[in-house]
């Protein structure tokens, strides 16, 4: 089956900091890619939809200048958290469309800023 | 406003027996529903699909039936494994768009 990468796997942070997660589907081209988040005991909430070569597309709610996303190619898309706080803190998820529109889930990343 | 509901946080069933995991949903727009298992600091994986246009499909030991007119879908294992305790999530998919929305998960323990 199709495999998605994240990294970095966890990431302990100071506040004020920013933080880089890349996505990455290691076997096939997806032109689209999901950032989603998880607070604990609670469901996987979608942030933003992007597409390979555009901007995203972010959810209500969600603030596109906290939340960086790039999809500079076919199989890389990067969430960047600028200027982290400790309410920042969650387990962020992404997940990678194939041409038949499957998402295939990353393993993620658990975010914690101090 | 939660428009994918799943009412039950938890689920113990003993090994063999069959496991029901239900969801339901208030968008009649949905056209594609999913389920998937998570376990605890991984990311979700998938396991089965129904399309809005059937009520039953079948793969191996997982099925999913859909009610439209309920708008509910559930998932039945059988015979249900330690290997299958995990959180279950149910997600729709909106008609034409591949946006997922999740229910919050119903977290089931297969006990020997």
């Known amino acids: 089956g199709a495999v998605v990468s994240q990294h970095p796997s966890w990431v302990i942070c100071k506040s004020g900091t920013s933080v880089k997660i890349e996505c990455r589907s290691l076997?096939?081209?997806?032109?689209?890619m999901f950032w989603y988040r998880q607070f604990p005991k609670q469901s996987l909430m979608l942030m933003a939809t992007?597409?390979?070569?555009?901007?995203?597309?972010?959810e209500q709610g969600v603030e596109k200048d906290k939340f960086l996303i790039n999809h500079a190619s076919l199989t890389l898309s990067t969430l960047t958290v600028t200027s982290a706080h400790p309410e920042d803190s969650s387990f962020y998820i992404c997940?990678?469309?194939?041409?038949?529109?499957?998402?295939?889930f990353g393993p993620g990343t658990r975010l914690t800023v101090l | 406003d939660q428009q994918v509901k799943q009412n039950s946080p938890s689920l113990s069933v003993q090994e063999g027996r069959i496991s029901i995991l239900n969801c339901d949903y208030t968008?009649?727009?949905?056209?594609?529903f999913l389920w998937y298992k998570k376990y605890p600091a991984e990311g979700p994986t998938f396991l089965i699909s129904?399309?809005?246009?059937?009520d039953k499909n079948e793969d191996g030991r997982f099925t999913v039936f859909l009610n439209k007119s309920a708008k509910h879908l559930s998932l039945h294992i059988v015979p249900s494994q330690p290997g299958d305790s995990a959180v279950y999530f149910c997600?729709?998919?909106?008609?034409?768009?591949?946006?997922?929305?999740f229910g919050a998960g119903t977290r089931l323990a297969v006990h020997p």
């Open positions: 997940s990678a469309g194939d041409d038949t529109d499957t998402q295939y």
């Open positions: 076997d096939f081209q997806a032109t689209t």
């Open positions: 992007s597409n390979e070569g555009s901007k995203a597309t972010y």
């Open positions: 968008n009649s727009m949905f056209d594609y």
């Open positions: 129904i399309s809005s246009i059937k």
């Open positions: 997600a729709a998919r909106y008609g034409g768009y591949n946006k997922l929305i």
